[in-house]
């Protein structure tokens, strides 16, 4: 089979796969703030980017795509199965989007990406180069991450945080207790002091609640200690898990005290 007809296959099924989890969020009322379906579909579908899963099929990074399991304005998120049967996730960075305009302030300023090309194809490339990157220093360090596993220009693979296709729920849709914010404050403190990172988006949005304890995801926000806005940055995620964590009746502390224990 040729090229263009192994792209035409493959794009068909990511498309039908796409267009069906996107129908369902339209159901529930998931789709909001402008996001259409065939925008999306398209932004997906570029051809490079259908290019770029058909060549890791070949060299046996992946074995095959299954559905969308979530949506996004800058990505979607696709559960797929590598050559051993184990379940992986599929981050692809939506290419024809302007929001990723919107992210420079998180990248201009981090000096390990000191030479930015101008062009959005650019920057998206960059930025999962970036998340790729946060990812691998927390994981090394023992940060609970999911396992970076390969990156191509605006495809990431990483180690599904699930089962059988089925992500773990965030702290938005889990009972929480105090045990919970310990960790969530815990990983702030060793991003912080272990990995000289912060995370820029940290959120009950971002972290999952596991069988075996948190695990923060979406770290494209990241920034090193050295950006000139880190400390910013710090003190607006200690103050919205600080939030979340209030609202939800747990036993919180102070905001400011937590920031001064971190940064001393």
């Given amino acids: 089979m040729s090229d263009d007809l192994l792209f035409d296959d493959l794009s068909r099924k990511i498309e039908s796969k796409v267009d069906s989890k996107l129908i369902s969020k339209s159901h529930r009322g998931g789709l909001k703030d402008g996001f259409k379906k065939g925008k999306v579909i398209n932004e ?13 099929i070949t060299d046996h990074v992946i074995a095959y795509v299954n559905g969308a399991i979530s949506a ?11 050559e051993n049967n184990m379940d992986v996730a599929l981050k692809i960075y939506l290419i024809s989007t302007s929001n990723f305009k919107k992210r420079e302030p998180y990248i201009l300023g981090d000096p390990r990406f000191s030479n930015v090309k101008k062009g959005t194809k650019n920057l998206v490339y960059l930025w999962a180069k970036k998340e790729f990157r946060n990812l691998t220093q ?14 191509v220009k605006n495809v990431l693979v990483l180690e599904f945080i699930g089962r059988n296709g089925v992500p773990c729920k965030s702290l938005l849709y889990s009972e929480v207790n105090k045990k919970d914010y310990v960790q969530a404050v815990s990983f702030i403190k060793d991003l912080y002091n272990k990995t000289k990172l912060v995370h820029g988006d940290f959120s009950e949005y971002n972290i999952f609640k596991t069988e075996n304890g948190l695990v923060v995801f979406d770290l494209g926000s990241g920034v090193d200690l050295r950006h000139p806005n880190a400390k910013e940055f710090l003190k607006r995620d200690i103050y919205n898990i600080t939030k979340f964590f209030n609202k939800r009746g747990v036993s919180v502390s102070d905001p400011d005290e937590l920031f001064e224990e971190i940064i001393k």
């Fill in 44 to 56: 997906v579908l570029d051809k490079p980017t259908v290019m770029t899963l058909y060549r890791m």
């Fill in 72 to 82: 996004g304005k800058e990505s979607v998120v696709f559960w797929g199965v590598d």
């Fill in 138 to 151: 927390c994981y090394d360090a023992g940060l609970p991450v999911p396992r970076p596993l390969y990156l």
